[in-house]
């Protein structure tokens, strides 16, 4: 009988390594944002196709946009890219946050997949995307005029995404 | 392409892939021959291991000697010397850049395990060659899941073909810096150190011999994984400290947590340890520890490398890794747990103690340790388990840590300081009493008056806390030093007489207080302004005067930078000038800053540029970090500690001496 004490740390193992398992299986869709109605973090970063230029967060202000998060090994980003392609084409202004990414790969499928963004800066380490609460790509955020934070899709974003939710929200902000 | 004189030989990935291939081979063979041979009685197979175990030492090491070879010569047809090298990188970042990123550092994990199988393999000749195959072919179990864990999902040679890249994109900036060229090598020798003294236990669970002989083969491996983790996760927090040039030093980070935990774990363990070898009692539960040290080793690797959670540390996430390392730690934990269940020794050890004994403060010890790392591993896992469980997302910070760690360590030092003193079985209250006294008065009257002497703004009562505990467990180790040395003749012969271990535990201890000072008076008494500098401006900060002279351009071997330019002054007298960088590296455009910092034993100062404003102006961090040197002071004085612990002789007699001679040395801890 008192062997069964032994089992103890065995079946608590078992129980935590659902949760890896879910942790793994189940990565987050959804994710309230502490940010919303905030103004973005600050920021100093280096453009994707032009590391000379650095953009900041007073570079997103003035209008009304989409900042989306992406990366090459991200392969739920490449099924959002054709929809980003179509809402850049109607003039809908879409700024990128290349994240935890490789840089080179990076600009190669912007060349090959064609580039939908105004700029994109390069959040290497993923700072930006620990200010930003980023949990995994792909992301969305809606900003206004100010740079302030309206909206936040976690995922890929596409038409059913974008009539439902993201676009009414968009449209309020023009 | 590059010209034909520098052009790097292509076969050489493919001579390390292949040795990595044989390597995996060799592992295999090492995991089922040993173990068979011990079964069956086989001296041969037995004795094959250490064979084995060199070979494959040698495969991977010449794996890791090719992928060296493709950085220094810019062979960018491999991906990942093309994702994290660049030519203008300089040769010894191109070296630490090896383990820079995923695949290369996993490879310097398999090194190293192989490294720690080949010198059991080496110093082992006292043990009997059945325990000895035994452990090398466990060692050699988790060497397979590395290897194949390598070459399935992170081959660090997979090739760019064709369409070759002429330049590489640059390692992380961060990672330039002569920190991370130690940093990961000590941290992962620690780590994977812990997989040592696992395999004695799992070769103990398997030959079900558990005796006062197994604790003292275990110990020195046990205590010099220990150092390696204590030197790696010191080496980490300094480097954050200095690189980061946010001027901290530990965050509570999900990484960093992570290699707190097994050094947690790891440092009850080399406790119990203490107690199994002496007395013989707390067999199982020993057992138990070295299965959770390495198995949080694995949960490290696990968290690290499978993107279940954010981090500043994080690989880019990897499902497929994920899913990997889940399966191999599900083996591992599983199996080893499994095992425990069935053949843990569960007789009730009637060797009996009482409350006031060093057991009894071990045991103590050991539990207050196992509560620290399981309030971590909550900390660090509750963001997970809460999302898994729809309970919304949580972010655990610092103060969750901080409010749990803090009582905890202070219970720990107070009976750290009692314990040492204590005897085996039992101790009479009246010997600790006439003692411990004098130790006790000093300092509660330090812990009154020395806050009165350090910082400016007020009395602190976090201070007088931090000074008790600090002189506290500094002056009972003295005590308990001068109560062992009472009947010498001289000094000198009374130390003499002292075993090393005693002398490695009273080292070991004081470095503990040492840190707690650093860490407590650091945290009460930094002072940190965030100014805004024009040329010529003057600020005064914790009496020193700052004179800014604006900001020049440099340039270095891979980046440019702005450097400010800043003269201290101390009590009107000109005292040194610091030069703080904001770089920006060529190939990825990545900003970093770079601090100065005037390093000092009673204090730091700490200057990080941040951005610049109008008209010359820039922003500037300036911090006023008193005793901040300590913090790491403190884990050398452990690790010396350690080291003094392992170097004593009884870990190096014959098998054939009578084990009633280890009570000659019996002092020690």
């Known amino acids: ?174 | 392409m590059i010209h034909e004189a520098i052009a790097p030989n292509l076969m050489v990935p493919e001579l390390g892939h292949y040795a990595l291939i044989l390597a995996l081979c060799l592992a295999v063979c090492q995991a089922a021959l040993p173990l068979w041979g011990s079964f069956t009685g086989n001296r041969v197979w037995m004795a094959s291991s250490r064979s084995l175990a060199t070979g494959q030492f040698v495969f991977v090491a010449f794996a890791f000697a090719c992928l060296t070879y493709s950085f220094l010569h810019d062979d960018f047809s491999v991906v990942y010397v093309a994702n994290q090298s660049n030519t203008l990188l300089p040769d010894q970042y191109k070296v630490s850049a090896v383990w820079g990123g995923h695949e290369g550092s996993l490879l310097l994990w398999v090194l190293i395990l192989c490294g720690w199988s080949l010198s059991v393999a080496a110093f082992s000749k006292e043990m009997p060659l059945e325990m000895v195959s035994r452990v090398l072919s466990v060692m050699a179990m988790v060497g397979v899941g590395f290897l194949s864990f390598v070459l399935l999902t992170s081959n660090p040679f997979d090739r760019h073909l064709p369409g070759i890249p002429t330049e590489g994109s640059d390692l992380n900036p961060l990672l330039q810096d002569f920190g991370l060229i130690i940093h990961p090598p000590m941290l992962y020798m620690g780590y994977v150190g812990l997989s040592v003294v696992f395999a004695f236990a799992i070769a103990a669970l398997i030959s079900g011999r558990l005796d006062s002989a197994w604790a003292r083969w275990s110990r020195p491996w046990t205590t010099i994984a220990w150092v390696f983790l204590t030197m790696g996760i010191a080496l980490g927090s300094w480097w954050a400290y200095y690189e980061l040039g946010w001027g901290g030093w530990w965050f509570w980070d999900p990484v960093e947590n992570a290699s707190f935990m097994p050094w947690l774990v790891a440092t009850a363990l080399v406790h119990s340890l203490a107690v199994t070898e002496k007395r013989g009692v707390f067999k199982s539960w020993t057992l138990l520890l070295a299965i959770f040290a390495f198995s949080l080793s694995l949960l490290g690797t696990f968290l690290v490398r499978s993107g279940v959670l954010t981090s500043v540390h994080a690989f880019a996430a990897d499902p497929e890794r994920g899913v990997f390392i889940l399966g191999f730690l599900g083996v591992v934990v599983g199996g080893s747990l499994t095992l425990y269940a069935f053949r843990a020794p569960n007789v009730k050890s009637y060797a009996s103690f009482g409350w006031l004994s060093r057991e009894a403060f071990l045991l103590l010890n050991n539990i207050l340790f196992i509560i620290a790392m399981l309030t971590i591993l909550l900390g660090t896992l509750y963001p997970l388990i809460a999302d898994a469980l729809d309970w919304g997302k949580i972010s655990v910070g610092p103060p969750y840590f901080n409010f749990f760690f803090v009582p905890l360590m202070a219970v720990i030092s107070v009976l750290m300081g009692i314990g040492s003193m204590l005897n085996w079985k039992r101790t009479e209250v009246s010997l600790l009493k006439r003692w411990l006294s004098p130790a006790l008065i000093a300092s509660v009257i330090f812990a009154f008056i020395i806050p009165f002497f350090i910082g400016s703004g007020g009395y602190e009562w976090g201070a007088v806390l931090t000074v008790f505990l600090g002189s506290w467990v500094i002056l009972s180790m003295l005590s308990d030093l001068r109560y062992r040395l009472r009947n010498a003749q001289t000094l000198r012969s009374g130390l003499g007489k002292l075993s090393l271990s005693y002398q490695g535990m009273l080292v070991a201890h004081i470095g503990v207080a040492i840190s707690i000072l650093g860490v407590g008076l650091n945290t009460i008494y930094s002072d940190q302004r965030d100014l805004l500098m024009a040329p010529g401006k003057v600020v005064e900060q914790g009496g020193y005067e700052y004179h800014f002279d604006g900001v020049v351009q440099v340039k270095g071997p891979n980046y440019v930078a702005e450097e400010g330019r800043i003269r201290i002054f101390k009590d009107g007298e000109y005292y040194t000038e610091l030069k703080p960088q904001k770089r920006r590296y060529f190939s990825s455009g990545q900003v970093m800053t770079e601090a100065a910092i005037d390093v000092g034993f009673w204090r730091d100062l700490y200057i990080a540029l941040g951005e610049p404003l109008e008209d010359d102006a820039w922003a500037v961090r300036l911090h006023y970090k008193p005793f901040v040197r300590w913090i790491w002071l403190g884990a050398i004085f452990m690790s010396i500690g350690g080291l003094l612990a392992i170097a004593d002789k009884r870990y190096r007699r014959k098998k054939t001496v009578n084990p009633v001679a280890s009570k000659t040395s019996a002092s020690a801890v």
Request: hydrophobic residues 45%.
């Open chain 1, 1 to 174: 009988m008192s062997r069964f004490k032994l089992f103890i740390p065995l079946f608590i193992f078992l129980v935590l390594a659902v949760f890896f398992w879910r942790g793994l299986s189940l990565d987050p869709t959804r994710m309230p944002s502490a940010l919303i109605d905030k103004p973005l973090p600050t920021f100093t970063l280096a453009d994707l196709n032009d590391p000379a230029v650095m953009r900041t967060q007073d570079s997103l202000k003035g209008r009304a946009a989409l900042l989306n998060v992406w990366a090459t090994w991200c392969v739920s980003c490449r099924v959002e890219h054709p929809y980003l392609l179509q809402l850049a084409e109607q003039g809908v202004p879409i700024y990128g946050i290349n994240y935890k990414d490789d840089v080179t790969q990076a600009r190669q499928w912007l060349k090959d997949l064609e580039n939908p963004y105004v700029f994109n800066v390069v959040d290497a380490d993923g700072r930006l995307g620990i200010d930003l609460g980023v949990f995994g790509a792909p992301e969305t955020y809606v900003l206004d005029k100010q740079g302030v934070i309206r909206y936040k899709h976690v995922g890929v974003l596409d038409d059913r995404v974008w009539r439902e939710t993201v676009g009414p929200i968009f449209e309020q902000l023009q």
